[in-house]
């Protein structure tokens, strides 16, 4: 399947894999809301997207906190 990985583009730490098989994509409030295939939620705070790369199916984002830490949400099915 062609669904998008996500990823966090941390400085010195490098890329962080944060989301897997995402198929939707929204920006709320200052945070990025995913939906997986399986209908699972994450949303994502202090982020801003970086790059899209439709051909690799990736998602790239940058942690506007600069602190290595990530505010991830996960809403249970």
Known sequence: MCLLKVYVKEPDLGMKLVARDVAFIFRENGSIRMVD??????????????????????????????SGKNNILEKPV
């Open 37 to 66: 295939v399986e209908s699972k939620e994450k949303t994502i705070t202090g982020m801003e997207i970086l790059s899209i790369d439709a051909l690799n199916s990736i998602l790239i984002l940058k942690n506007l906190m600069n």
